[in-house]
């Protein structure tokens, strides 16, 4: 089973009728502002696209397009990576977690929402040890989530030349706010 129900969300991987709701969420200066901060041009959306879908097919798991359950509108995109960062310290074999939501859907709680749902489902179908995010230090809106998801800070570091704080949730430790009930 690769789609996941929330209370209000369906998660579910990317098609190629998602890429137009893609391309534009990343286009979005305020979208990008803590990944990347550079807005992301249709070719680059396309290759986001496409290593989406590649994460499926090669590790059977990925990110998801998030879209609202009574009307169908695009969220955002949430799911699980396996990036192979150039960074110190690395995340090893651990499946990253990340959300990225557009502006209207912000300040709903589907961030919360859909990463637990895709760390619950990450736990139950692949068992992993741990699991990892990276946020910017800036950005306590996503901070928040990450530690309603059970996520402690390991290390800070640098990756592209802007500070991220480095998270880790241990699987099967029962924290406050805890994703795998």
């Not at 499926?56 to 879209?67: D, M, N």
């Amino acid at each position: 089973m690769r789609e996941v129900e929330t209370e209000r969300l369906v998660l579910r991987v990317p098609t190629l009728g998602d890429f137009e709701d893609s391309a534009a969420m990343w286009s979005k200066e305020s979208v990008v502002r803590y990944v990347g901060g550079k807005a992301h041009t249709r070719e680059e959306s396309w290759q986001r696209l496409l290593r989406h879908v590649g994460h499926w097919q090669l590790l059977g798991f990925g990110f998801w397009v998030a879209r609202e359950k009574t009307s169908g509108k695009y969220v955002g995109e949430v799911g699980l990576g396996d990036f192979r960062r150039d960074m110190t310290p690395g995340f090893g074999d651990a499946p990253e977690v990340g959300w990225v939501l557009v502006p209207r859907a912000h300040g709903k709680g589907y961030a919360t929402e859909a990463a637990q749902a895709a760390i619950g489902w990450m736990e139950r179908r692949h068992r992993p040890a741990r699991l990892v995010c990276m946020v910017e230090p800036e950005n306590s809106a996503s901070l928040r989530v990450a530690s309603k998801c059970g996520f402690r800070e390991f290390a800070r570091s640098t990756f592209k030349n802007s500070a991220v704080v480095l998270l880790e949730r241990i699987s099967g430790e029962q924290l406050p706010g805890d994703c795998s009930r």
